[in-house]
């Protein structure tokens, strides 16, 4: 349902809060970062946040930016609100950690010592994953999978493609970033093409066979876009291993496949920070412990968000908040000497086939044999024979979680 602003306000206030030792510095600006500053700061505790730009560029709902559904002035947020909850916010890279003297090295050659450290440094494109894909041919077949420049790349790209040609998207084998996020694009842009160019096609080539709220998906496709909207598995020669970016050509096992317009969605791991700090693993991501997110590779630091290891629980902005909140307790208890109980985080993630049509996946995680596993039974997905006016109400939930996880996150 949705959410009064004013209960709303009344839920993310804070009381002021004095400046007390111990320090945390939290590293990364995101959903998780934020959220974990915040919520460290409701628990009394000096912190420090370390984000390099000083406007966030939100990735959720920027699928609807794509298919020029919503303004991308809605996508940006500050981090006035965190200054003004007492968080000390310093706008440069970290580019180092040094976890055996508890201190961040910062781009100006400036040291920041901590009692705990929290990473959130989000997702890194593996751009040595697809042959001839790299940051340059991102340039002509953008990811737009790091809302911003590239966002407005692939919708300037859209709109710039004459009525009858041809969309190609390459999706990745897991894990990723927001697992139905390219399904719920894939939508979006069917239906920017159906209102606007209806001559159009759009070829959708995934690694993988199946995928999040599936049959969701499939019979929104089958209902909305028939014959625009052509999905190629993995079993039918969907994996893209290489591109052609002067011919802007992506290239399969089978053949090759050239589209007007080119979206390549590569695979990930971790941010290059997380490199950096020894905090990651063989998998390219960070293995940590489920009930306080703290590192297993290095002592008092802690990862939240996309780059952390959460077993069943997806890389998403809601499961980083989840994430980021449960962390702060733990890391309040431990420096208190306080016993950490057993954690339950939510996952609820919401996707738009079309405007006013949402659909959703939730799930219950609790950690168990040293990973965070599914609560059988405690979450499921929409129901597959929902009438208009659900799916109209889910599409308004949407926006409406939007509003609450940014202002949660960044006032």
């Known amino acids: 349902m949705r959410i009064p602003r004013r209960a709303l306000a009344g839920l993310l206030a804070t009381p ?7 320090a945390v510095v939290v590293v990364g600006g995101g959903f998780g970062g934020a959220s974990c ?38 996508q940006r947020f500050g981090y006035d609100a965190l200054r003004a909850q ?29 009692d705990r450290l929290v990473l959130s440094p989000g997702i890194a494109l593996r751009f040595d994953a697809l042959a001839g894909y790299d940051a340059a041919a991102a340039e002509v077949m ?59 096609k759009l070829l959708v080539l995934d690694a993988k066979d199946a995928f999040s709220k599936q049959r969701l998906f499939e019979a929104a ?21 290489g591109v052609e970016v002067a011919a802007r050509e992506v290239v399969t096992e089978f053949g090759s496949h050239a589209g007007a317009v080119v979206n390549v969605i590569p695979p990930q791991r971790a941010g290059a920070l997380a490199q950096i700090a020894g905090a990651a693993d063989r998998s390219g991501w960070c293995p940590i412990d489920p009930i306080s997110f703290e ?23 809601f499961a980083a908040n989840a994430q980021a909140r449960v ?21 609820t993630c919401y996707s738009l086939v079309a405007p006013g049509y949402g659909i959703s996946v939730a799930g219950v995680y609790r950690p168990a044999e ?12 929409s129901p597959l024979d929902a009438p208009a006016s659900f799916r109209e109400a889910e599409a308004g939930y949407a926006e409406d979680w939007f509003e609450t996880i940014t202002a949660d996150a960044f006032g």
């Open 142 to 200: 953008p990811h737009a999978w790091q809302a911003g420049a590239q966002t407005e790349l692939l919708r300037a790209q859209l709109e710039a493609m004459e009525d009858g040609g041809t969309v190609v998207m390459a999706i990745p084998a897991n894990p990723y970033r927001c697992p139905p996020g390219p399904y719920e694009r894939a939508s979006l842009i069917a239906h920017y093409l159906k209102t606007r160019k209806p001559r159009s």
């Open 327 to 347: 962390c702060a307790d733990a890391i309040a208890r431990l420096l208190r000497g306080v016993p950490l109980p057993e954690p339950r985080l939510l996952n």
């Open 37 to 74: 500053a915040r919520a460290l700061r409701r628990n009394g505790l000096a912190v420090t946040l370390v984000e390099p730009n000083a406007t966030y560029t939100a990735c959720p709902s920027s699928n609807a930016v794509i298919a020029g559904l919503r303004p991308m002035e809605r």
């Open 86 to 114: 007492g968080i000390g916010v310093v706008h440069q890279a970290a580019t180092g950690i040094d976890a055996a003297a508890r201190r961040v090295t910062l781009a100006d050659g400036s040291l920041l010592p901590y």
């Open 221 to 241: 496709w089958a209902a909305l876009y028939p014959g625009l909207l052509e999905y190629v598995p993995l079993s039918g020669g969907g994996r893209v291993t």
């Open 295 to 317: 590192s297993r590779l290095l002592p008092k630091v802690h990862v939240v968000g996309d780059a952390c290891i959460a077993g069943a629980m997806p890389k998403s902005a």
């Open 16 to 22: 002021a809060l004095a400046q007390a030792a111990p």
């Open 370 to 381: 040293g990973v965070l596993a599914d609560i059988p039974g405690a979450g499921g997905t």
